[in-house]
């Protein structure tokens, strides 16, 4: 029985279609069904398609369409003819490493609350050095098999999906057409049914970016159609800034629910930098595993010096001008009101995770993130 069904919608690109499929016959040694879904290409591509040959680990299946469908659609015609218990949406301009895809079954299989699953990528910085090839990279990232990171939302070029995600919210929404935003509202709609998106850190695929869509004219026009279809009914993704001062970080309890309260704004789309007085420094996965909560990838952290919290804070606020934050979140009365008082300078609204009085009426005092998450979803930002 097929552990997993890989679905590849093909349009055109015949040499980077030999190459993928060829990574994956390399490679896979776990029972597996590839369904490739043509959608529509040239007698190149075609040809390259009707030479692949299955062997004793990949079955290959073939659908064919008279037209151009769009990823989403062809995508969905591959997830229904399978029936495995994990599908991989994986682009055609892919190309698989050793044990890549059974490293992403085994973060899926330990972690019942994971849905979907990243493998590490050239999407996401890591690439070959010169004279390296993506096995290499593979290797030297082999000892992070057992590892992941928790990611906002997770990209459609090789996203392992739990067939039975699929079963609860269903599958790529076709109202986005050709291309873009997909899967993006796939893992915000997985993330509302109680699953989280991942990125399995020791399994790794490159990708040639951007290759699929070389031969539309009108991308750009169909990006900004789908990128508004995709903010009505989420809100536009938010930056925001968080402090946490020494009074937090001096009470674990506190702590880490404050960063339990940033994972749940990362959740939904937000991209946070939280400054933290602690000294000496400390990195964010030290951080997240001292505290026991798994390392999230939306959310920066910089340690800082606690006497100097403050004055770090509005200098990063105030001089932030290519992507300014929407809005500083402090845990602390004081902060809140050190960042208020300069709002005619920086122009970012104060928000305060508690309560307390402000006679200027610059800070919004909450009593759950929630507040915030509702004001992104209502575009009130």
Not at 42 to 67: H, M, Q, Y
Request: net charge positive.
């Amino acid at each position: 029985m097929s552990v997993c069904d890989i679905v590849i919608p093909v349009y055109h690109q015949p040499e980077l279609t030999r190459d993928c499929v060829a990574s994956i016959l390399r490679t896979t040694r776990i029972p597996v069904t590839l369904i490739i879904v043509d959608n529509a290409s040239d007698a190149a591509t075609k040809a390259v398609i009707r030479g692949f040959s299955p062997n004793e680990f990949v079955k290959i299946e073939v659908i064919e369409n008279a037209e151009n469908l769009g990823f989403g659609k062809a995508v969905n015609q591959g997830l229904r003819r399978g029936s495995s218990p994990f599908a991989l949406i994986l682009n055609n301009d892919t190309f698989f490493t050793e044990k890549c895809l059974e490293i992403m079954l085994g973060i899926a299989r330990r972690h019942p609350d994971i849905g979907l699953v990243n493998p590490e990528s050239s999407n996401f910085g890591v690439r070959p050095a010169p004279g390296e090839t993506a096995d290499d990279v593979a290797r030297k990232l082999a000892p992070l098999a057992e590892s992941c990171v928790e990611f906002g939302n997770c990209i459609g070029f090789a996203m392992l999906v739990k067939r039975e995600v699929m079963d609860k919210i269903g599958y790529l929404d076709e109202a986005f057409g050709l291309a873009y935003f997909e899967d993006t509202d796939f893992s915000m709609r997985a993330k509302a049914a109680g699953y989280r998106c991942t990125k399995a850190c020791g399994a790794y695929v490159y990708h040639h970016e951007h290759k699929s869509l070389d031969r539309v004219p009108w991308k750009e026009e169909l990006f900004r159609k789908n990128k508004k279809i995709y903010e009505e009914r989420w809100g536009r993704p938010l930056r925001i800034f968080a402090m946490a001062g020494d009074g937090i970080v001096a009470d674990r309890r506190r702590l880490r629910e404050a960063i339990i309260d940033i994972v749940q704004l990362a959740r939904n789309e937000c991209y946070i930098h939280l400054y933290i007085a602690v000294s000496p420094q400390r990195t964010k996965a030290d951080l997240f595993r001292e505290l026991g909560i798994a390392e999230m990838a939306n959310i920066k952290v910089v340690s800082v010096n606690p006497a100097l919290l403050t004055i770090t804070a509005l200098w990063r606020i105030i001089t932030k001008r290519k992507k300014p934050y929407d809005l500083a979140l402090a845990f602390e009365s004081p902060l809140a009101k050190s960042v208020a008082s300069f709002y005619p300078i920086h122009g970012c609204p104060a928000y305060c995770r508690g309560t307390g009085n402000d006679v200027t009426g610059r800070i919004t005092y909450i009593k759950t993130l929630d507040h915030i998450i509702q004001l992104k979803k209502a575009e009130r930002f």
